[in-house]
């Protein structure tokens, strides 16, 4: 970790019947051969791939705050998330490109970083084409910091 630079690691997704017994047995030592895993070959954790395959990027596929780290003044340049978002879908991306379009480094780090997902009904995706035209906007315009962000709840606490 250091200023400038946010790491992204990798995402497995466990199936209802996994979630409900890793919650019941309280075990959550899972791994490649475990049941009910989607997307599988992430929940690998080898220092050799890690070595191989970890490195910095500037692209927005795969980015997922579930399973993200930065530095909090980094956060509060770019202003945080954009409470403008509702519903479902691109608010993840839309924060990570205003990382990206103020100069703030992406490190992915695979076969280290894992973070297992439980399973939850997905929520309600009506709002994707307004999502995906905010998305849009902060890519063409190079938007580095949103209008509607944090400052408005740090402001709110003082």
Same mark, same amino acid.
């Given at each position: ?30 791994? !490649?051969?475990? =049941?009910? *895993? $989607?997307?599988?070959?992430? %929940?690998? &954790? ?7 395959? +970890? ?48 100069? !703030?480094?992406? =490190?992915? *780090? $695979?076969?280290?970083?894992? %973070?297992? &997902? ?7 995706? +009506? ?32």
């Amino acid at each position: 970790a250091k200023k400038g630079c946010f790491v992204q690691g990798s995402r497995v997704l466990l199936s209802k019947e996994a979630t409900e017994h890793a919650l019941r047995e309280q075990n959550f030592e899972l791994n !490649i051969f475990s =049941k009910g *895993l $989607k997307n599988r070959k992430n %929940a690998i &954790h080898s220092t050799l791939l890690k070595t191989l395959f +970890s490195k910095k990027s500037d692209s927005l596929k795969g980015v997922r705050t579930c399973n993200f780290a930065l530095f909090r003044s980094d956060i509060l340049q770019i202003n945080g998330f954009d409470n403008r978002f509702v519903g479902w879908g691109r608010e993840d991306s839309e924060f990570a490109a205003r990382l990206l379009n103020s100069g !703030i480094v992406r =490190k992915d *780090l $695979k076969f280290s970083a894992i %973070a297992y &997902h439980l399973y939850h009904p997905e929520s309600n995706r +009506s709002s994707l084409p307004e999502n995906d035209a905010r998305l849009a906007e902060t890519i063409e315009r190079k938007i580095v910091r949103c209008e509607d962000g944090i400052d408005r709840f740090l402001k709110e606490q003082r």
